[in-house]
């Protein structure tokens, strides 16, 4: 069965600290996508980065980067220079290519940024 | 310029009482979900239509039921609501996932149910 673990059920950080946000998963399947969303206290979900399993470097988007560590099935995120509108709740989630585009999402992490 | 969007945003009824949630996409997706996230944020996919046709339906009462018109739209009926359906309702969409890409799927802003 496939999982997402997200350890971290909130973080604090100063302001314009780098973060990293902590996800592990589990899949026997070989192919599988993984993806973060951010959750702000306005409640949309907004896709931040993208994955694939047999990408050969770490997905980067502006101050985002995914830490992708296949060996130990590991992908956390990355926020450079963390801004006050990173405040939110932080969501790791993974579709394994032959679940029909069924995706499963963590827990959730809360990140709080301190000014 | 909105490319998920649901109506209402906001939707609070009395329990037994029947609701629908509308979800339109212009995206040009093939690919439409609905998603349930509950009082301690955990998002779980309830449905996904593909081209109009159901291809994931995870284990939700059968009081629930969505409809596709057509490949932009997925609407979900809910009947005899209850207490326990109280909760955030999210529509998403995604490209196909056909083995290429990264059929990543993009929300809609969500519909809060409140069961009173």
């Known amino acids: 069965a496939q999982k997402i673990t997200q350890t971290q059920p909130g973080m604090f950080v100063q302001e314009k600290e780098a973060v990293t946000l902590d996800c592990t998963y589990d899949?026997?399947?070989?192919?599988?996508?993984l993806f973060w969303y951010k959750q702000p206290s306005s409640g949309e979900m907004i896709f931040l980065i993208y994955?694939?399993?047999?990408?050969?470097q770490n997905a980067t988007e502006g101050r985002y980067s995914l830490n992708f560590q296949k060996a130990r099935k590991s992908a956390n995120l990355v926020i450079s220079a963390s801004q006050l509108g990173d405040s939110a709740m932080y969501f790791c989630?993974?579709?394994?290519?032959?679940?029909?585009?069924?995706?499963?999402f963590g827990s959730g992490t809360r990140l709080s940024i301190r000014p | 310029d909105t490319a998920v969007s649901q109506t209402p945003k906001y939707l609070v009824t009395q329990m037994g009482n029947d609701k629908s949630i509308k979800c339109e996409q212009n995206?040009?997706?093939?690919?439409m979900y609905w998603y349930k996230q509950d009082s301690k944020k955990f998002l779980k996919i309830m449905f996904s239509?593909?081209?109009?046709?159901?291809?994931i339906n995870e284990t939700v009462p059968n009081r629930f039921s969505p409809k596709s018109p057509d490949k932009a739209h997925l609407n979900l009926h809910i009947n005899s609501l209850e207490l326990g359906d109280s909760a955030v309702y999210f529509c998403?969409?995604?490209?196909?996932?056909?083995?290429?890409?990264?059929?990543?799927?993009?929300f809609g802003p969500g519909t809060r149910l409140t069961v009173l």
């Open positions: 998403a969409s995604s490209p196909y996932p056909s083995g290429g890409g990264t059929d990543t799927q993009y």
């Open positions: 239509y593909n081209n109009k046709e159901l291809i």
């Open positions: 899949t026997s399947d070989p192919s599988y996508g």
């Open positions: 995206l040009g997706h093939d690919t």
């Open positions: 994955q694939g399993s047999y990408d050969q």
């Open positions: 989630a993974m579709r394994r290519r032959s679940s029909a585009s069924k995706i499963i």
